[in-house]
């Protein structure tokens, strides 16, 4: 089995452009890993990492085509399988106060396999994808009606959603608070925001630096877990929950130790993937 992680998404005849930090709007940065497929850069203002230059908006947007569905397809019954387990560990039922009857919007959600699970539990369903592809599939396949486009162009109602998840999207944003102010707007006092994403200072980050399996070009922004909170706070929600895990990938040299140090990195939360929970109160 491979890795689900992407190696790459560059596509000929993209064209950058430099940005300030998407965090804290510095233009200060050192450069901190350069391949010849990205430019990571920390921002000597508050430290986040973060792609400079990125590909301008339109071809950022590209990058979710049908090739990008291909790799979805391929792996979602593998993403299904890692959400569930994560909404289950985190005991989403207790912390959303039930699922039957909420309404529970998926950001990124692809093809649908998660918010159909979520219709299976009595969820009311919404999905914002920006692959046109993904969506065709979670409608012919779980008459799913998705928003295809980008959650700032779908224009839910104020104060609308009891439950809104998203995971691994926030790292592919260019604009990430803008998007959270977004989330905050549509979510329900009470509501609760489901956010999964790589973590950066993470263990295995540290020793694998710029072979870091999320250092991808897709990835245009990677949070710490100070830098995670500290969005989620600036967007107006309370955190309620942190957790990570995960560290080598499944097809590294190291795999070997791939049982113990996934052990090691949830129980002493140092996993490279982490999850925080947080309400809109
Ligand atoms: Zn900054």
């Known amino acids: 089995m491979k890795d689900l992680y992407m190696r790459g998404n560059v596509r000929d005849g993209e064209k950058y452009s430099k940005i300030d930090c998407p965090l804290c709007g510095s233009s200060d940065y050192k450069v901190e890993y350069k391949t010849k497929n990205f430019i990571f850069v920390r921002c000597n203002e508050c430290g986040v990492l973060y792609q400079n230059p990125i ?3 339109n071809f950022i947007q590209k990058r979710y085509d049908d090739k990008y569905f291909e790799y979805e397809v391929e792996n979602h019954k593998n993403f299904f399988e890692l959400q569930k387990k994560t909404l289950n560990d985190i005991n989403i039922e207790k912390l959303a106060g039930g699922i039957k009857g909420k309404k529970f919007l998926d950001i990124g959600c692809a093809t649908g396999m ?6 299976n539990l009595g969820a009311i369903p919404y999905g914002v994808e920006i692959c046109t592809e993904s969506c065709r599939y979670a409608y012919e396949h779980f008459g799913l009606t998705l928003y295809n486009g980008t959650l700032e162009n779908a224009h839910y109602e104020n104060d609308f959603f009891d439950i ?4 691994h999207l926030i790292e592919h944003l260019e604009k990430p608070i803008e998007f959270m102010k977004e989330v905050f707007r549509i979510t329900k006092r009470g509501g609760i925001i489901i956010i999964t994403t790589p973590r950066e200072d993470s263990f295995w980050a540290h020793i694998y630096k710029k072979k870091w399996r999320s250092l991808i070009p897709d990835h245009l922004i990677l949070f710490s877990r100070s830098h ?11 955190p309620i ?3 990570s895990w995960g560290s080598i990938p499944l097809d590294a040299k190291l795999k070997f130790l791939k049982p113990f ?3 090691f990195a949830k129980k002493f939360d140092r996993g490279d993937v982490q999850c925080i929970v947080a309400k809109k109160v």
């Open 55 to 57: 590909p301008q908006t």
């Open 114 to 119: 998660l918010l159909n699970h979520f219709k």
């Open 164 to 167: 809104v998840h998203f995971s």
């Open 228 to 238: 995670l909170i500290s969005l989620v706070k600036i967007s107006g929600f309370e």
């Open 241 to 243: 929950f942190e957790e």
């Open 261 to 263: 140090s996934d052990r």
